[in-house]
């Protein structure tokens, strides 16, 4: 069985930093694509961050490049999102999920979820002072 379970949020203050962690079970996180999502309350689901399988590239929506970074260990079978100078507008429900798609759009880098992406529950980031 597929799953992936998200931890790390919480409260942070304005210009904090939060390491999110995805934890795979039941396969082999390294095969796979994963992406990291985000969901404000009253806002569409948007895409930060997909990190390769095959060779370990990383890619990022513009608006998140330089404060996000996206990692993994294989041998862990964990990806990460650390997430640096937090800020208020970053308040929303994080998301991992297999199989993102990143399509270079003449609005900057996307990030996608596949239609066969495998979805964690999520976990609250709050940034709040």
């Known amino acids: 069985q597929v799953q992936l379970v998200e931890s790390g949020g919480g409260l942070v203050q304005p210009g904090g930093s939060l390491r999110l962690s995805c934890a795979a079970s039941g396969f082999a996180l390294d095969n796979y694509a994963i992406g990291w999502f985000r969901q404000a309350p009253g806002k569409e689901r948007e895409g930060i961050s997909c990190?390769?399988?095959?060779?370990?590239?990383?890619y990022y929506v513009d608006s998140m490049k330089g404060r996000f970074t996206i990692s993994r260990d294989n041998a862990k079978n964990t990806v990460y999102l650390q997430m640096n100078r937090l800020k208020p507008e970053d308040t929303a429900v994080y998301y991992c999920?297999?199989?993102?798609?990143?399509?270079?759009?003449?609005?900057?880098?996307?990030?996608?979820?596949?239609?066969?992406?495998?979805w964690g529950q999520g976990t609250q980031v709050t940034v709040s002072s």
């Open positions: 999920a297999t199989h993102c798609v990143v399509n270079d759009s003449d609005y900057g880098l996307e990030v996608w979820p596949a239609d066969n992406s495998s």
């Open positions: 990190i390769n399988s095959s060779d370990g590239h990383t």
